[in-house]
Structure formats: C-alpha cells, structure tokens
C-alpha cells in the first residue's frame, strides 16, 4: 500500500466531547423554577411546565416552566421597574456590564458549547466554534455601542421596555444579537426563547446575575406561542424584535398594526448560492457545505437555491455529490460530525414531506449511500436536480438539509432566477472576476451579499432582509437604530379627514376643464372613476375639483413607478441636479403657490410665503444630501471587507398629511426621491391642490417620467389600497391613527416596510422634520462581503 492508498484507507475514529459537565448542570438546577424575572427564579403561574428533549436521541432533558400571561405581566413590570435606572445609568456604567457579560460567557464557554449541541442537536464544532465565540463577541462589540451611543447617535434614545422572541436554530447566538444591542441603548428586556431549545438562555439568566446586570434589565421567560403573544401584544412594551417564521412575522406586524410599537423582524429565507462558469469549483463546493449542510440547513440565510451557469453544472454537480459523500452524519457531540440530527421529529416530518412534494413535482432527490444513527431526528443530506422554478424546493423553505439545483446561461438570468423569491435573505455570488461579482450584488434582493464565500457574520456588520424576510437589520450601527428613538416634532393629534364633498362627475366637453387629472407616469391621466372631488378655499368657496382616485389608479401609479428604471438608476449626482432645478423652478413660482396656500388654507400672506421658502429649502437639503448620505465599510475581523451599501427601497407610498400641505408633502416625497426611491403620493386630502399644482413644476423640471405619481382622493381609502398592493416596497403614513393602523395591519401581504405616524403630524417646519431619520426610512441596507487575499 502506498501513502496515497493508505491515506484513502484511513478511517475516522470516534472524538466524542465530553458531556459531564453539562450533565451536572443539568442535573443540579431546578427547571419548574426557570422564568428569570426581576432577577428571582419563579415558577411559572399554575405550575405548567413543557418538554425539552434531546434531538439525537429523543431523550428528555428537562421540564420548564411554560409561562402564562400573568408571568409575561410580571416579567414586563420587572423590565419597566428597572428601566428609569438602566436607561439614565451612563454609557461607561453599561459598556462594563456588557463587557462582565462577555468575559463570564468566555469563562463557561465550553458548557454553552456543550449544552447548545445537546439541546439543539448542532455539531459540537459549530456551536464551540461559530455560535459562542460571536455570541461573546456580539456582547464586547456592543459594550463600546453603549459608550459610543452620544458621539455616534445624538439625540438619539433607547425605545424602553423590549419584547424579543427568538427560534431554535442559533438559540444562545439569537439571544445575543437581541439583548446585547437592546442593552446598550439602555433598553431593558423581557426575551423568550424558543421551546425547543430553552437551556442555554437559562445558564445566560444565571450569567447574568454573576455579572451584575441590575435586577429586572434581563428578564427571560420560557414557552411557546402563547407566551409569544402575550409579549407581542403587551401594552407595558415599546417594541417587539422577532426573528423567526414569515408566517409568525405576519401575525406580529397585523397584531402591532396601531399600537406605536417599534418592529423588527428577521424571518426565513432562500437564499441563492450563484456560482458562474469562472468560479473556483472546489472552493465553490466547500462553501456550499458550509452554506446548505451547516447546522443541517436549519439556517435561514442557508444558500438552499444552487442557482450554476450551464457550461459547469455538470462537473459542479459531480463535485457536490462526491463532497456530499464524505459528509460524517452522526452523534453532534462527536468532533467530526458533520451533519447531526434535526431539533426534533415535527422539523423532520415537514423536511421529509417537502421532499416528497418536491419529487410528485419532477425533482430529482439523491441521497449519499450513508446509514443513519438508529435514533434520533437524523436526514441525510439531499440534492434536489431537475428543479423547475415554480418547484417547491425552489420556493418553499426547507430549513433542512436540502439543496435544490438550477441553471442558468447569462448574467441576467442568474438574478433574475435568483430574484424570484418572495424572500430576500442572503445570496452567494462565486466567480474569480471580482468586477462581474460587485456588478451581480447589486441588482440582487437580498439583505445580505457573500462574495465567493457564504455565512459570514459578525457583530460590525448589518444582518438582515428585504421583502418578506423581514425588515430591520441586526448587528453593528445599523443594529443600533432597531433599539433607538429619534426625537421627532411632534405636531398635532390628525383628525380623520372630514371633507364633505361628494364626488362630482367629470363633464366631457367642457371647453375649460377645472378639473386637476392625476399624475401618473409623467402624464396628467383622468382618474378611472371620471368622478371628481370639489376642493374648497378657506371661505368654503369652491376653489376647484381633483380626480378622485381609485383602486385601479392606485395600481396604475404603481406600475409607473415600478417601470421608471432611469431614476433608481440615476447617479446620486444626477438625482441631486434635478431635485436642485425642481426647487430652482418652484422659486420661480413662490408667489403663485403662496397664493394658493393663502386661498386654501387661509393662511395670511407671511406665513404662505414662509411655507413656500421653506419647501424650497427643503428641496435644496434634499439635493444636496443625495450624494452624501452614503453607506460605509465595516471591517469585520476576518479577510474581508464588507460594504454597508444604501440602495434605494423601492417603490415608496407617501400619504402626505393636510397641515402645512405643500412644505409636508415636500418633506417626505425629496427625501424619498434623493435616494433613488419612486413614488406615488396621495396629498392631502383637503388641499390636494398644491400638490397638482406641484406636478405642473415636475413636468418641466427633467424628473424622470414615473419617478413622482400622484393620486388624489380619499386618504382613509387609497391608504389601505396602497398598503395592500404587493408591489409598494415602502409606505409612509402621516394621516389619522384609524387609517394609520388599518393600512398597517393590511401591510402584510409582502411585508412592506411602514412608517407611520401613528396619528400625529409632524411640526414640518422644524428642522427636526427633515434629514438623516427621513434618509434612513428611504433606504435598505444591503451589506457585500468581499473577502481579500489569495
Ligand atoms: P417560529 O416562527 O415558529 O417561532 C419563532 C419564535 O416565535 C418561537 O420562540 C415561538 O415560540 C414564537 N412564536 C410562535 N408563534 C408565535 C405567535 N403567534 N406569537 C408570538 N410568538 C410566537 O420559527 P421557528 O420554527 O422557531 O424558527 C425557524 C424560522 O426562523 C425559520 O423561518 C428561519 O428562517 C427563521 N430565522 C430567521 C433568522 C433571521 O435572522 N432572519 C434567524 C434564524 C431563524
């Protein structure tokens, strides 16, 4: 035999970690007394307690405590008790608690390892080497975010009390990403862990208390669904942090619909792995393990979509299967496992259900010839070829350990595949031409880009998604904003709008037609309807009629906007120059839109003239700001770069409100329009007539046809069509809290991101009425890692 025969010969011998510690603690604590609340360990309310059982032999671990919603009241008034203190300590007192945080985790680090792999069912590799490590680093990274919040985020304040739920899949990494930010912005918190995997957010409860976090600033309760409920729909909480199902994610956003609550939801994914015919086929195939098999495919950011370009598919796929083969499926506690069991026998019922679906329609399954641990939740790894796009295992998530396979010929089909998803996690572009690469990020819908690499993480860099992978990003300044408050001016209580008028029909023929159209895609369009609204002055005289927009003008409007390329494509530069010339050219019609604000609102001649400058201003910030509120780069402690890219959200909606109509109007449609957005803007219902009068000084003024639309009509009305049009990305509410909180409630359909005023105008004249808070609601952050070196 020579060397080579013999190294192929060799076989791995068992590496079992030890569990004897972890057996100890399991077996020396109280798990009836496991809600941590206030800083006591209580029961919960009645006595109730769940199951947690080990994935890879189905043994019981433990019975929790299953809290009820009694113990969710006690646990937010532990967290609002603690509060005042918390939030008033300073940044330094904080850093160091974060920080005692960080070093008594580093100090138990193998036992979090250890208990995170029993409970969970994850390879001990990945939890010691992955889910600790950045566990501990998420806590020492933002112990110098609570110092830093003053330099960094000015007038900028915690939110307050949090609710946070997370899901099994990185139980003790999820709770860092949520309370290590939430604390240093001087948040107290009520978090609920999985019921799957409760353990390791009971040894960071005791943690906690060794490290001297103040009583009630961490109060972690354990159970299921209804525990979750009773958090989301709390009063005593000012906002909720989710991560988990998109499915859960919805019935969050409609159960917060109105209630004022801050949102951030991190939801599934399917995220696509792009790999060109010029990638590195070898390094290709490593990442795919690491990004379809790592934690079995429980992941949602797992690059579930192999998405290959035609010419390699076939040497790609043979590689894959050969790769696939040397996969170790075994004990998760064994050091060379590399695929363990699932979290538990429901998760592998669904995974092997998905399967079948996916074969009754034409995919193509192969397993490796590997036998599995006789019990446990173990599945071997799966590659699905032959996967029409409308496939099941194309557009469902699987979280399992299963890879689905297309191809594709050119750069464009690539993400156009890669792009048909309603979700927008993560994606992984291979190919060894970094210029083809940076062009393919871009034009991807995903929240996070790895360029020839895949799960990367760190607590510099943003993590989030787009569409309906949720909103919010977690991790590094970006994370920050989820757990601050900008001071806003507020203005006044919004009534529901009370114009009387009825609709009047539009006469054809008319020789002078009084009538403003609506304005979508560069033209002046007649509403569907041909129905009108009368628009009074101040003295109840008739001032004129507008269109009376309709549900189908609404979606005319939309797909004006969609269709306008040219703008979200425009350079920064060249977006700056128009919104100058619109402001230049509005100048010269001051005294005209003074006068018309004078007749409609009654406003005396100084004030008109006042709102007319300011709006003017305003477009002027706008343009200027255009090309300076740019994305940055973090440094991540790895070989790599990763660009903190702002891109524009879409298509925006803009309900603008009726106080100060032109400057409110203005004051949300520039910012919108300075970074790239489209949009369709229902104005004021009472005087919608400066904003018709506005798209007159749009037309001459190089605004790109379908860049700026706008629909008149009833607010309440075209509020709700707007939030239910699956092709608005972004709405922005500042009309009365009834619609505010219908349209919000009817935003699920593609998770939308909205921001609402829930009721309150803004006082638009102030200078907190306008810059970076209106900037940050207009973009996404898109964060491209680019990794360095040879
Ligand atoms: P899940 O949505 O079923 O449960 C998540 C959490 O929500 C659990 O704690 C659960 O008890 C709780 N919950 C369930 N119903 C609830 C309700 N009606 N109200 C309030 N809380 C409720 O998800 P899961 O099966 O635990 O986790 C898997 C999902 O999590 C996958 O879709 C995955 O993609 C997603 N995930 C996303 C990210 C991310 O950062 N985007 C990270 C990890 C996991």
Redesign the pocket.
């Known amino acids: 035999m020579n060397i080579l025969e013999r190294y192929h010969a060799m076989e791995y011998g068992p590496a079992p970690e030890a569990r004897n510690e972890a057996d100890a603690w399991l077996a020396g604590r109280d798990f009836s007394k496991a809600l941590f609340i206030g800083g006591d360990w209580k029961a919960a309310g009645g006595g109730k307690t769940f199951d947690t059982s080990e994935p890879s032999s189905g043994k019981l671990l433990a019975k929790v405590s299953d809290a009820n919603a009694a113990d969710i009241d006690a646990a937010v008034a532990a967290a609002a008790k603690a509060l005042p203190k918390w939030s008033a300590s300073s940044g330094y007192q904080r850093a160091k608690v974060l920080y005692a945080i960080g070093r008594a985790m580093q100090r138990h680090q193998r036992l979090f390892a250890v208990l995170e792999t029993i409970d969970n069912g994850k390879p001990i590799r990945e939890s010691r080497d992955i889910d600790v490590p950045l566990a501990i680093r998420h806590f020492i990274h933002h112990a110098g975010w609570a110092q830093a919040l003053d330099r960094d985020f000015p007038g900028q304040k915690g939110v307050g009390v949090v609710g946070q ?6 139980p003790l990494l ?1 709770l860092a ?1 949520k309370i290590a930010p939430a604390l240093a912005a001087g948040c107290t918190v009520v978090l ?5 995997t409760p353990l390791t957010s009971i040894l960071f409860a005791e943690i906690c208390e060794r490290a001297g976090v103040p009583k009630g600033v961490v109060n972690i309760v354990q ?3 209804e ?3 009773a ?2 729909n709390h009063p005593g909480i000012q906002k909720i942090a ?8 919805k ?2 956003r409609k ?1 917060t619909a109105g209630s004022g609550k801050k949102l951030s939801l ?4 399917k995220s696509a792995f792009i790999v060109f015919e010029d990638a590195d086929l070898d390094s290709a195939v490593e990442g795919l393990v690491d990004g379809i098999w790592f934690n079995q495919g ?4 797992a690059g579930s979509r192999l998405l290959v370009q035609e010419g390699i598919a076939d040497a790609l796929i043979a590689k894959v299967k050969t790769r696939m083969s040397r996969l170790r499926v075994g004990s998760p506690l064994d050091k060379n496992t590399d695929i363990g069991p699932l979290v538990d026998l429901t ?1 592998l019922d669904r995974v092997k259900g998905l399967i079948a679906e996916g074969a009754r329609q034409g995919a193509v399954c192969w397993q490796p010839d590997a036998t599995l641990p006789s019990s446990g939740y173990y599945h071997l790894p799966t590659l699905a070829t032959g996967v029409s796009p409308a496939n099941i295992l194309a557009q469902e ?1 699987v ?1 399992g350990p299963v890879l689905a396979t297309m191809t594709f010929r050119n750069t464009e089909e690539a993400i156009e595949l890669a792009n048909n998803t309603r979700y927008g ?1 993560a994606a992984s572009v291979w190919s060894e031409n970094v210029n083809l690469t940076l062009h393919v990020a871009p034009q991807l819908k995903a929240g996070v880009v790895w360029v020839n690499g895949t799960n990367m993480f760190d607590a510099a860099c943003g ?3 787009y569409r309906e ?2 909103f919010g990003r ?1 991790g590094g300044r970006e994370g920050m904003f989820e757990y601050l408050s900008a001071k806003l001016p507020l203005g006044p209580v919004i009534k529901p709008a009370t114009s009387s008028a009825q609709p009047v029909e539009q006469a054809d023929g008319v020789a002078i037609d009084r009538t403003a159209k609506l304005f979508i895609g560069g033209k002046q369009v007649r509403p569907d309807g041909n129905y009108s609204l009368a628009v009074a002055t101040a003295k109840g005289k008739l001032a004129g009629e507008v269109g009376l927009g309709s549900r189908k003008d609404i979606r005319d409007a939309v797909s004006a906007a969609r269709a306008c390329k040219s703008w979200p494509e425009a350079t920064a530069y060249n977006r700056s120059q128009v919104l100058y010339y619109l402001a230049e050219n509005l100048s010269g019609r001051a005294e005209e839109f003074a006068a018309r604000l004078t007749e409609l609102t009654g406003a005396n001649a100084k004030a008109a003239r006042d709102e007319v400058e300011l709006s003017i201003e305003r477009l002027f910030l706008y343009a200027g700001l255009a090309d300076k509120f740019e994305g940055r780069v973090h440094q991540p402690p790895a070989r790599a770069v990763t660009l903190a890219l702002h891109e524009p959200v879409g298509v925006v909606g803009i309900v603008a409100p009726d106080d100060q109509p032109l400057l409110g109007f203005i004051s949300l449609v520039a910012p919108a329009l300075a970074m790239g957005n489209t949009v369709v803007a229902v104005p004021s219902e009472r005087y919608p007539l400066l904003a018709t009068d506005l798209y007159q000084v749009i037309e001459y003024s190089d605004v790109p046809a379908g860049a700026v639309n706008i629909v008149t009509g009833r607010t309440a009305e075209l509020a709700v069509v707007l939030a239910k049009h699956d092709d608005v990305d972004g709405l922005w509410l500042f009309t009365d809290a009834d619609t505010c909180a219908k349209a919000e409630a009817e935003s699920i359909g593609n998770l939308k991101r909205v921001w609402s005023g829930n009721g309150r105008s803004l006082d638009w004249a102030s200078e907190d009425a306008a810059g970076d808070v209106f900037l940050r609601r207009a973009i996404e952050v898109k964060n491209v890692w680019v990794p360095y070196g040879d």
């Open positions: 739920i997370i899901p099994w899949n990185f999820m990403w609920k862990p999985a019921e799957f159970g299921g669904p525990a979750g409920a958090i989301v989710f991560t988990g199902s998109s499915e859960v994610g019935i969050i159960a991190e939801l599934g994914g429980q992941v949602c950011c998760q998530e979280f996690l993590f989030g998604g992978s949720g977690e």
